[in-house]
DNA sequence: AGGACTTTGTGAACAGATGCACAAAGCGCT
DNA sequence: AGCGCTTTGTGCATCTGTTCACAAAGTCCT
């Protein structure tokens, strides 16, 4: 049923081969990275200085073995006998992410989800500050969330431009999702966040991570499946 | 930079070996099947009736090898020379991920998300029915959301064992997250969709998956870096 | 200083996933 | 029926990721 080292991130599909030799840092790793960056922030408010792979593991939920190597893609940063220091993996870390930048974000589509990611206040905190809200529906452009004022979609590329926006948010029906990315794609975005139900086309250069409820559902509904239609053997053995 | 094949689903995490050998399927099939499933629907409804390995891997975003080696896991289902006929396809692989029940959806959590998640339609497609809604805050309590009334957290064993919850989802704060966590498990729900930004502790009979929107971005981000760091590299080749 | 103890970093074995390439199987046309 | 065309299903090589297990490297105590 549950995994051996509790509900690990994923490497959402393979990247090409070639980024791998560039950085020699593998997508799995880096789909962990942040996990352990989020674990590490709150030892550091809890006033922890130094942590042992094995504690930071149990955090994280995955092996310790796998942590370490893990962090060993990024360098040698701890001691032997001691542990890692909380302070300084959390900026080596941040920085192999790339955070000591800061990025933009756009998001297309404010409708019920495109609202509650433009109230949240998780985003920012890692260095990724919204800057624009697009939608196509007249009534909804002009309305203030979070600050920032909704504008309306023949504005994306304005809008894009004058924040110099690197990551697009769709948020849009799904039979929007398909325009609206290639619009992005086309002023220059390169990274996008799809929570539209459909798969996006584009080019190489461009990064696409899709948020799926309902493929999140349906993997834990086969789990479910499985569970209760062996439920006999369990007792049995 | 983007994946060979387009933005892939995942395999969240090696789920326990031994799942592995029951069903045959593989974790990272298992992930893919929904993707398939969404497109041959839209398939249907365009009236396709066959679809061969090649376009419908073209619209997954997948290599067809890939695919017809995720489909052969179910069974022989294609005809040679043909193709698949998408309604039967539709169908073995509904049965393979155990759609053909229905499940029963709480959400724990009703604030900008979880008002996002309750009002979304998507949900009760694919037989997954949200049956009911909890808040911890009393003024949210009673609130009416499409057709759901929203109950004190008080009552939440009452009303999961009441409904007969299969699925929990998480949508509060992270630091109430583990608590609500523990008591879905406890009245023995055994899958749990968390969208608070914390790694939850489980039994190993329980599945966890994650949608943590932080995470992704700063997946992004670290590609996104890669990019502008070598972008002379990208002319000199 | 030296020895016991702790913990990292990593080589090597293993496991899982992907992609290639082709034989086997079916279709339709003559 | 036979032939050529299409497309599946899969064995095999490869690549990526995980796990084990231990030497190297440090700390701390005497
Ligand atoms: N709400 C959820 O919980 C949820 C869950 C999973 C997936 N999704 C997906 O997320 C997307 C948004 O969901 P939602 O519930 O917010 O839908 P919604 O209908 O509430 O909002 C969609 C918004 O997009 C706007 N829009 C439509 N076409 C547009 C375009 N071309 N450019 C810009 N904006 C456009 C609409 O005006 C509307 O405001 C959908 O694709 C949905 O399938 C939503
Ligand atoms: N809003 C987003 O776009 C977004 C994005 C990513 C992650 N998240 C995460 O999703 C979760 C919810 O986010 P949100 O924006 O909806 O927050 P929110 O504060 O708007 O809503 C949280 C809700 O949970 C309720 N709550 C608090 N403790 C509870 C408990 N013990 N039991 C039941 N209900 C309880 C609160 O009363 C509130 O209604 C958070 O963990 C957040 O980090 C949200």
């Not at 393979?14 to 922030?41: C, F, M, Q």
């Not at 995955?62 to 962090?71: T, Y």
Request: proline fraction near 4%; charge should be negative.
């Amino acid at each position: 049923m549950s995994l051996p080292d509790s509900q690990g991130p994923d490497s959402q599909s393979p990247h090409s081969p070639l980024s791998r030799r560039r950085t020699g840092i593998p997508e799995a790793t880096v789909a962990r990275l942040p996990v352990y960056l989020r674990v590490l922030g709150s030892l550091a408010e809890s006033g922890v200085t130094t942590v042992s792979s094995d504690a930071l593991a149990v955090a994280a939920g995955v092996g310790s073995a796998k942590l370490r190597k893990d962090l060993s893609h990024l360098g040698s940063y701890g001691t032997r006998g001691v542990g890692y220091d909380v302070e300084y993996l959390v900026y080596q870390i941040s920085r192999t992410l790339g955070l000591t930048q800061h990025y933009s974000v756009a998001i297309i589509g404010v409708g019920n989800l495109g609202h509650a990611l433009a109230n949240y206040a998780g985003f920012a905190s890692r260095g990724f500050q919204i800057v624009a809200l697009v939608d196509a529906d007249p009534r909804r452009v002009g309305e203030q969330i979070n600050g920032l004022e909704v504008r309306h979609l023949d504005e994306l590329e304005t809008v894009v431009k004058e924040h110099e926006v690197s990551i697009g948010v769709i948020a849009t029906p799904a039979a929007s999702a398909q325009d609206v990315c290639d619009r992005l794609v086309s002023c220059g975005v390169t990274s996008v966040l799809n929570f539209a139900p459909i798969v996006l086309a584009v080019p190489d250069s461009v990064d696409v991570r899709k948020v799926d409820l309902s493929i999140e559902l349906q993997i834990l509904a086969f789990h479910e499946q499985r569970k209760s239609s062996h439920a006999s053997e369990v007792g049995a053995g």
